[in-house]
C-alpha cells in the first residue's frame, strides 16, 4: 500500500495549510460527507445545486482527519478548535483533485489499462477486468465514475493492486487528454467510434480525434482497437507502422479473431485458438468485448485457460444488458443507462434473436445528438423494421421520431415515462421479453424498478 502524505498533498497541489498539522497519511479520499471514514481526507466539490466546500466542518466532525477546500474564509476560532486537523486551502479543488490522484498514480509501477469508445465502455470495462482479475488483484472503476472527478476518486482507491481497469468517457474535446494524464495508461483501448456525442463534436472524425487524446498519457503507446470499426480500421492502416496497435474484430483480419460463431439467446460462443469460449450474455456485441478482453489478456501474458475463465465468469454493472425475470413470467432487458445510434442498434437486434417470444421495444430519446438528433432517430426506426419487433412504445420529445420512422404493426407514443408506464403494464404478458433502452436522462430505470415490484 502507497499512501501520499498531508505534505505531499499541500506540495503537488500547491495548497496553503491553514493550521498546524502537517502529518498523516491520506489514505482515502471523499467528496461525501455521509460516506465519510475515520482518517478520510475530505475535498469539497462545487457542484451545481450546493457548494461542497461549505461541509468541511461536517466532514471534520464526521471523523475527516483532513479537508481541502476551496473559495472559504474560516474564522480564527475555528481554525484553533480544529488545530489537530490538516485544514488545506487550494485555488481550484477539481483540479487538486486530478494533481493527487496524478501522483498518486506516479507511485504505482503497474499495467494499468485505459478503456474509451463511444459505446460499449462499461461492458468491455467489467469483462477486461474480470480477465485480468485471474492473474492480477485489479482496482476497476465502479458505477458512473469516469469523468474528471470520477476517474482521480477511483485511482485514490489504489492499495495493494497489482493492476488497473480505468473507464473514461467524454462530451468534449480534451476531456480524455485530462483523464489520460492522470491515469498514465500501460495500455489503451478503443472500443468504436459511433455517434454519441456527436452534438457537441460536429461528426465522427472528431469523436475519433477526442478518443485518441487517450495515447498522450502513454509513455509507451500501446492500443488495441476494435477493426470492424470503420473509422478505427482505417487508423489501424494509416498508424500501424508508428504505433503498437494490436487488432480484434469479427469480419476484418486481426490479431484476434472469434470462429465458428454460434449466438445464443441468453448467451454466446466462439472458438478461438481452438478454445471454445462461452460468453454469459447474448448479442455479438458481447463477442466483441470478449475479443477486446482476450486481446488485454494476452497483452499481459495471461494463460488462454485464465483468459476463458474470466470470460466466462464475468458479471454486468446493473442497468446494462440486464436480464430481469418479472414476477408474472415476462423477462426485461434493462439497458436503460445510456444510449446511442449503434448501441441502439445492437440492442435492436439481440432483442430480435429472441424467438420464441413476443418482441416488446421500449425506446426514448438519445441525448446530445445536436442537429444530427433527428436523423439518428429516424435510423432508430428503420432498425426497429428490421428486426421483426412486435410492439414499440416510443418516450420523448426525440424519440417520436423512432416511431415515426418505424414500420411495426403496434407502435404507442408517450412524452413522458409517466404517461408510458400504464400502458406498458397492461400490455406486458407471461411470454414477452421488452427492451428498455434511452439515455440515462430519460430515468428509464425508475421504470424497470417499478415493474420489479408490481409485476
Not at 17 to 40: A, F, H, M, Q, V
Not at 367 to 384: A, I, M, P, R, T
Request: glycine residues 6%.
Amino acid at each position: 500500500m502507497k499512501n501520499i502524505t498531508i505534505e505531499d498533498i499541500i506540495q503537488v497541489t500547491n495548497g496553503k495549510l491553514l493550521t498546524k498539522k502537517t502529518k498523516g497519511e491520506c489514505s482515502n479520499i471523499s467528496t461525501d460527507t455521509r460516506k465519510i471514514e475515520k482518517g478520510d481526507t475530505y475535498i469539497g466539490i462545487k457542484g451545481e445545486t450546493f457548494n461542497g466546500n461549505e461541509l468541511w466542518e461536517k466532514a471534520l466532525e464526521a471523523g475527516a482527519n483532513s479537508v481541502i477546500i476551496e473559495g472559504i474564509s474560516i474564522e480564527d476560532e475555528k481554525l484553533k478548535k480544529y488545530e489537530n486537523k490538516s485544514i488545506i486551502l487550494v485555488e481550484d479543488t477539481i483540479k487538486a483533485l486530478g494533481e493527487i490522484a496524478k501522483y498518486k498514480r506516479s507511485l504505482y509501477n503497474i499495467p494499468v489499462i485505459a478503456i474509451t469508445g463511444s459505446v460499449g465502455k462499461t461492458s468491455t470495462k467489467d469483462i477486461i477486468a474480470n480477465v485480468i482479475s485471474q492473474k492480477y488483484k485489479t482496482l476497476k472503476t465502479t458505477g458512473n465514475f469516469n469523468n474528471h472527478i470520477g476517474v482521480p476518486l477511483t485511482i485514490m482507491q489504489l492499495k495493494d493492486h497489482e493492476a488497473a481497469v480505468i473507464e473514461m468517457g467524454m462530451n468534449h474535446k480534451g476531456e480524455i487528454s485530462y483523464l489520460t494524464n492522470i491515469v498514465q495508461p500501460t495500455i489503451s483501448v478503443i472500443t468504436n467510434i459511433g455517434t454519441s456525442h456527436i452534438g457537441n463534436l460536429g461528426s465522427r472524425e472528431n469523436i475519433l480525434k477526442a478518443k485518441l487524446e487517450i495515447l498522450e498519457g502513454m509513455k509507451n503507446k500501446k492500443l488495441i482497437i476494435n477493426n470492424d470499426n470503420d473509422l478505427l480500421n482505417e487508423f489501424n492502416k494509416e498508424n500501424k507502422e508508428k504505433i503498437d496497435i494490436k487488432t480484434f474484430g469479427i469480419e476484418n483480419e486481426s490479431d484476434i479473431m472469434a470462429k465458428e460463431i454460434i449466438l445464443n439467446e441468453e448467451s454466446s460462443e466462439f472458438k478461438y485458438n481452438e478454445e471454445k469460449i462461452k460468453v454469459p450474455i447474448g448479442g455479438k456485441h458481447f463477442i466483441y468485448n470478449a475479443l477486446c478482453a482476450t486481446a488485454v489478456g494476452e497483452s499481459l501474458n495471461i494463460d488462454l485457460k485464465k483468459i476463458k475463465q474470466g470470460i466466462e465468469s464475468f458479471e454486468l454493472t446493473q442497468k446494462r444488458m440486464e436480464i430481469i425475470q418479472l414476477k408474472n413470467g415476462a423477462k426485461i432487458i434493462n439497458d436503460s443507462y445510456n444510449a446511442s445510434y449503434e448501441s441502439m442498434k445492437a440492442s435492436l437486434k439481440y432483442l430480435s434473436e429472441h424467438k420464441n417470444l413476443r418482441k416488446i421495444a421500449v425506446l426514448g430519446d438519445m441525448l446530445e445528438l445536436g442537429k444530427f438528433s433527428k436523423q439518428l432517430h429516424e435510423n432508430v426506426g428503420k432498425e426497429v423494421s428490421k428486426n421483426n419487433i412486435d410492439v414499440l412504445i416510443c418516450i420523448g420529445k426525440e424519440a417520436k421520431a423512432i416511431a415515426k420512422e418505424a414500420k411495426v404493426e403496434k407502435i404507442k407514443y408517450y412524452e413522458t415515462t409517466k404517461d408510458a408506464l400504464d400502458f406498458i403494464k397492461q400490455t406486458i404478458q407471461p411470454e414477452d421479453i421488452v427492451l428498455f433502452k434511452a439515455s440515462n436522462g430519460m430515468k428509464f430505470y425508475e421504470m424497470v424498478e417499478k415493474l420489479k415490484k408490481s409485476m
